[in-house]
């Protein structure tokens, strides 16, 4: 099992950065991709960005060249730096991590953190 944990999130103004942190516990020898999504008020929850082992990464069309994602397999955290934040950027973000077990490959989530652009 993986328990992920997320920090970063707050209110800030259209234009505005934040840097979203996820840090990882448990097996986490079995993970393979990491990734973030998100769940806007009355909306279903919509992938972000997500990053491979090796680094390979992919976003949303919304949030590219905005959003950067990284991941450090030390530390076992990945992050999320969003740059020109605009309202529609508004919601819950969750980390989530996908980990390979006998029975096969699972995804772990956190339990999410708020985000809100608002002037």
């Known amino acids: 099992q993986v328990q992920l944990a997320e920090s970063g999130g707050g209110l800030v103004q259209p234009g505005g950065s934040l840097r979203l942190s996820c840090a990882s516990s448990?097996?986490?020898?079995?993970?393979?991709?990491m990734g973030w999504y998100r769940q806007a008020p009355g909306k279903q929850r919509e992938f972000v960005a997500r990053?491979?082992?090796?680094?390979?990464?992919t976003y949303a069309d919304s949030v590219k060249g905005r959003f950067t994602i990284s991941r450090d397999n030390v530390k076992n955290t990945v992050s999320l730096q969003m740059l020109s934040l605009k309202p529609e950027d508004t919601a819950v973000y969750f980390c989530?991590?996908?980990?390979?077990?006998?029975?096969?490959?699972?995804?772990?989530w956190g339990q999410g953190t708020q985000v809100t652009v608002s002037s």
């Open positions: 989530k991590a996908d980990f390979l077990t006998a029975a096969g490959e699972f995804p772990s």
């Open positions: 448990g097996d986490i020898s079995s993970i393979n991709d």
């Open positions: 990053i491979t082992v090796g680094g390979v990464t």
